[in-house]
């Protein structure tokens, strides 16, 4: 898998892009990256990458040039293109791993590549966005500095899924809110440390007692922290055990949780 990285700082992206299980993934040549400085896309001496907004207002407008330039260096009008916006689509489970499976699918119709553009001041010219059919993505109903931090997110976020990239491939399914559950409490040696211990049904070798152990704590910290999640999954067409069920309808009880029938 390819990922091109339009951005305006690409130092940014040079100490997380070789570190930990992506630095991996590109020694292994599972992952490639390509970062493109748009600035070395611009026609004036001066290097100039924004201008003034068309109807006023606060801020600056990346410019349309300099991308149109970047974008058609990297053929983007056959790859998947995203713009890092916080007007975009909040990325999700569905959308990481619609990403994901663009790039591992067999098919004519798979792309193997994706480019992403990181925005700054107020956005970019809006041609450049119909022009190239780019999709907006947002990481939160929130604001920052630039897209380099977003685009990492959505970087980090995808990569994992691709297979090879993380050690098990089951994993991912495994670890919280991709279950639909947030993750159970987790523990170390030594057993015990400045007088706390260990839950003793941990250290207990009793695999069917730590599971439902596990599971409780996930529904108690889910129902807790986001009771969105909670009732999503209380409503999924799940096989429960009954064991699970008693300890579903346990913690609905001690936090007042109403689901209709």
């Known amino acids: 898998m390819k990922i091109t990285i339009l951005t305006l700082f690409p130092g940014m992206f040079e100490p997380i892009l070789g570190e930990s299980m992506i630095g991996r993934a590109v020694e292994n040549k599972i992952l490639e990256f390509e970062i493109i400085d748009i600035r070395d896309h611009t026609l004036d001496k001066h290097k100039s990458v924004d201008d003034t907004p068309y109807g006023g207002g606060a801020g600056m407008i990346m410019a349309t040039q300099p991308l149109f330039y970047a974008l058609n260096s990297v053929n983007a009008k056959s790859c998947k293109t995203i713009y890092m916006s916080p007007r975009g689509k909040v990325m999700d489970k569905e959308m990481i791993d619609s990403l994901a499976a663009d790039t591992t699918a067999a098919t004519a119709a798979a792309t193997d590549e994706i480019i992403i553009i990181c925005g700054h001041y107020e956005g970019i010219d809006q041609r450049v966005l119909d022009h190239f059919d780019i999709e907006e993505v947002s ?15 959505l970087i980090d976020s995808v990569a994992r899924m691709i297979p090879g990239v993380i050690g098990s491939k089951d994993s991912h399914n495994e670890e919280s ?7 159970y409490p987790q523990y170390t040696k030594p057993e015990e440390y400045e007088g706390m211990k260990v839950p003793e049904v941990l ?14 704590q996930s529904l108690r910290l889910t129902a807790e922290r986001r009771p969105d999640l909670f009732k999503k999954f209380i409503a999924s067409n799940r096989d429960f055990t009954k064991e699970e069920k008693a300890l579903i309808e346990q913690v609905k009880h001690d936090y007042n949780f109403i689901t209709e029938d």
Do not use: C, Q, R
Request: negative net charge; aromatic residues 12%; hydrophobic residues 40%.
């Open 177 to 183: 809110i991709y279950s639909g559950l947030l993750e």
């Open 139 to 153: 990481i939160g109903d929130y604001i920052l500095t630039g897209g380099e931090l977003p685009a990492m997110v």
């Open 203 to 216: 250290v207990s070798g009793h695999h069917k007692k730590i599971s439902l152990w596990n599971f409780e």
